[in-house]
C-alpha cells in the first residue's frame, strides 16, 4: 500500500475484531511518529502503549464511555509538554496522524479520540499532572468497515492566488 491508497483508505474504525498485533508492527508504528517533524525538533511527545485488557477498559471509561476502543489490540495514548513551544499540539497531531497511516499500511484500523476526561486517563496511565493528554489512539483489526463521511468539496476547501478565489 502506497502513500495515496493508505490516505485513501483511511476511516475512523469504531468496532475492532479481537486480534494480537505483532511486536514488529507495533515498532514499525512507534517508528512512524519518532520519524514526524516537530517545530525546533524539539519532538516534544510522549507515548503510552497499553496492551493489557484491563487499562484498555478503564481507557475507554476516561474517554467518556467509549466502550469500542477496549476492543482495539493496542490503545496508544499521546502527551505532551506544551511549555516545551508553541507548536506542541500540532507537533502531535502530525505524529499521531504518521502513525494512522502506517497502521493502515500495515491492514489495521484506528480512531482519534480527542474527546476525553484529561484527570481520568492521567490516573489511569501514571501520566505526570503539568503533561497534556492529546489524544488516545485505538488501533486494530477492523471489524466494521464504515461508510465514507461526507467531504466538503475542492471548491470549498481551496482557493488559488487569495483568499475565497475558485
Ligand atoms: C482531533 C480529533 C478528535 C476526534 N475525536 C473522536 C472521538 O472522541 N470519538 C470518535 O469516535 N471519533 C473521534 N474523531 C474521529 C472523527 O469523528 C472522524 O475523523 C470524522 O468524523 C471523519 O470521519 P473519518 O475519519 O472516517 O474520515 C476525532 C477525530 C479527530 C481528528
Not at 496492551?51 to 496508544?76: N, P, T, V
Not at 500495515?106 to 476525553?116: K, T, V
Not at 497534556?132 to 468497515?145: D, S, Y
Amino acid at each position: 500500500m502506497n502513500v495515496e491508497e493508505a490516505i485513501k483508505n483511511r476511516k475512523s474504525i469504531r468496532k475492532f475484531k479481537e486480534h494480537n498485533i505483532k511486536s514488529e508492527e507495533i515498532q514499525k508504528i512507534m517508528d512512524a511518529a519518532i520519524l514526524a517533524p516537530s517545530a525546533k525538533n524539539l519532538q516534544p511527545c510522549k507515548f503510552i502503549i497499553v496492551e493489557s485488557q484491563k487499562k484498555k477498559e478503564e481507557l475507554a471509561k476516561a474517554c467518556l464511555g467509549q466502550d469500542f476502543i477496549a476492543s482495539a489490540s493496542i490503545i496508544i495514548v499521546c502527551v505532551i509538554n506544551e511549555s516545551l513551544s508553541k507548536w506542541t499540539t500540532l507537533d502531535a497531531g502530525i505524529a499521531i496522524q504518521q502513525m494512522v497511516l502506517q497502521a493502515q499500511e500495515l491492514e489495521y484500523g484506528s480512531c482519534w479520540i480527542g474527546a476525553l476526561n484529561q484527570e481520568e486517563v492521567k490516573q489511569v496511565l501514571n501520566i505526570p499532572a503539568h503533561l497534556k493528554v492529546v489524544a488516545v489512539l485505538p488501533i486494530g483489526k477492523t471489524a466494521i468497515e464504515p461508510e465514507r463521511r461526507p467531504r466538503k468539496s475542492r471548491e470549498e476547501v481551496f482557493f488559488f492566488e487569495e483568499f475565497g478565489k475558485n
